[in-house]
């Protein structure tokens, strides 16, 4: 069947010209057409033509986009959506003053939500995520990475993994997997590292290979988590069970984190809040993707990663909102666009770049979506304006009526 989106004010193609990713100054370049038609077939982008050449009197389905901006489906390339329990009184002893590592070194953070995990059936965590996916679906997302992490012995994390793997079947949209087992050390192992990551090693990383329940293997390098030689250890495991590699990494200090992370071929290296300076001419050369999430800096308060001075170093920049309970409690891909604008001082053409075609880059998903190319995805975000700025304008508003994925409506706000 052919679909075609008809009538639509301005189309953010974020075109590459077959590049399929932006990095530097390209993030800038949105290759807006206005006055097009869309023309979808089996799911896959066929053309987009002028107004002007399209014949409405076909058999087409024909869906009316007038007075509407259309981007490329957005991307939310990390995330913790699996996750149960609150940590509201965290929250409260932060706004106290309290430092997030400070309740990480005394058993709270990621181990406060692993406590709450392992006492929720996979049952109930698929029942907890349900409406988080379709809060993300609602703001046009068509893409979104989940992580595990919150598990933290084998049983748990085949159980997150299970959870996040009934959506990838279920869900609408793409839902990437990715196994976080090297999140932190659970309690029960904090005196014996070398025991845990032998079962990640050895157990949770060739079943999660052999049953296909994750794409990639994230760790955090971090003085309250892993060192970098843990990491290598970890990756090293994960790579030879053929898992992506990603890496979250100068969150809050400089633990040799980006070396281990390029020495991996990383995909992405997420956070670089306290990134150094002769670092970011480093990271900005290679092909991994530099995934900023400055919904943690406003979360927790402190300092947001260098954006400005990795897009002008020539990276590859892509934003996410690292949602969790802990250090991001923000399921708004929009407000992060916000954010970066107002407190990373990017562009709106960059903030729009970077939750498409550079999210789709840190998910290795790129080559199929992230922008509106002829052969992509038709997967789609419609927003009720004429212009792509009001996107970035509305700070917190969700502007998104309606998602299209694989061609199809599966959010509808009109
Ligand atoms: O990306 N940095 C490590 N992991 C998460 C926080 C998880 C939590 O506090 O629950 C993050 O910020
Ligand atoms: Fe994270």
């Known amino acids: 069947?052919?679909?075609?989106?008809?009538?639509?004010?301005?189309?953010?193609?974020?075109?590459?010209?077959?590049?399929?990713?932006?990095?530097?100054?390209?993030?800038?370049?949105?290759?807006?057409?206005?006055?097009?038609?869309?023309?979808?077939?089996?799911?896959?982008?066929?053309?987009?033509?002028?107004?002007?050449?399209?014949?409405?009197?076909?058999?087409?389905?024909?869906?009316?986009?007038?007075?509407?901006?259309?981007?490329?489906?957005?991307?939310?390339?990390?995330?913790?959506?699996?996750?149960?329990?609150?940590?509201?009184?965290?929250?409260?002893?932060?706004?106290?003053?309290?430092?997030?590592?400070?309740?990480?070194?005394?058993?709270?953070?990621?181990?406060?939500?692993?406590?709450?995990?392992?006492?929720?059936?996979?049952?109930?965590?698929?029942?907890?995520?349900?409406?988080?996916?379709?809060?993300?679906?609602?703001?046009?997302?068509?893409?979104?990475?989940?992580?595990?992490?919150?598990?933290?012995?084998?049983?748990?994390?085949?159980?997150?993994?299970?959870?996040?793997?009934?959506?990838?079947?279920?869900?609408?949209?793409?839902?990437?997997?990715?196994?976080?087992?090297?999140?932190?050390?659970?309690?029960?192992?904090?005196?014996?590292?070398?025991?845990?990551?032998?079962?990640?090693?050895?157990?949770?990383?060739?079943?999660?290979?052999k049953n296909s329940l994750a794409e990639f293997c994230d760790g955090f390098c971090e003085s309250t988590a892993f060192s970098s030689d843990e990491i290598d250890i970890i990756f090293s495991a994960a790579a030879e069970h053929g898992l992506k590699i990603k890496l979250h990494t100068e969150q809050f200090n400089n633990v040799g984190g980006i070396d281990v992370a390029l020495k991996h071929n990383a995909v992405s290296i997420d956070h670089l809040e306290v990134i150094k300076k002769e670092d970011i001419p480093k990271v900005s050369k290679t092909e991994t993707t530099n995934v900023l999430l400055p919904g943690v800096s406003f979360f927790l308060g402190y300092q947001y990663a260098p954006a400005r001075k990795l897009i002008d170093n020539n990276a590859i920049v892509a934003l996410a909102t690292d949602y969790n309970p802990g250090s991001s409690h923000i399921a708004n891909l929009n407000l992060i666009m916000s954010m970066a604008a107002l407190n990373m001082k990017m562009t709106i053409e960059e903030t729009i770049s970077a939750v498409t075609i550079n999210a789709a880059k840190a998910l290795n998903e790129n080559k199929t979506t992230g922008s509106i190319e002829i052969g992509k995805l038709a997967d789609f975000a419609v927003f009720n304006t004429p212009d792509y700025a009001d996107i970035v304008y509305n700070v917190g508003k969700n502007l998104n009526v309606m998602t299209i994925k694989h061609g199809k409506i599966i959010y509808n706000a009109l």
């Open 1 to 209: 069947m052919i679909t075609a989106l008809i009538n639509s004010v301005q189309i953010v193609t974020v075109d590459t010209k077959g590049i399929n990713f932006k990095r530097g100054s390209e993030l800038n370049n949105l290759y807006c057409v206005y006055d097009h038609s869309i023309i979808i077939e089996d799911s896959i982008i066929k053309d987009i033509i002028p107004a002007s050449s399209y014949n409405p009197n076909t058999e087409h389905k024909q869906i009316d986009m007038r007075d509407k901006t259309i981007l490329p489906g957005l991307i939310d390339c990390h995330t913790h959506t699996a996750f149960a329990g609150s940590r509201a009184d965290e929250f409260r002893m932060k706004l106290s003053g309290v430092h997030y590592e400070e309740i990480a070194k005394a058993g709270g953070g990621i181990n406060t939500t692993v406590k709450a995990v392992r006492a929720t059936s996979e049952a109930d965590l698929i029942k907890l995520m349900e409406p988080k996916i379709n809060y993300f679906i609602a703001q046009g997302v068509t893409t979104l990475e989940i992580k595990s992490g919150y598990g933290l012995n084998f049983e748990n994390e085949i159980k997150l993994l299970n959870a996040i793997n009934y959506f990838r079947k279920n869900s609408p949209i793409k839902i990437i997997p990715t196994f976080l087992g090297a999140h932190t050390f659970p309690s029960e192992y904090k005196d014996d590292h070398s025991s845990y990551i032998s079962s990640v090693c050895n157990e949770m990383i060739p079943f999660i290979s």
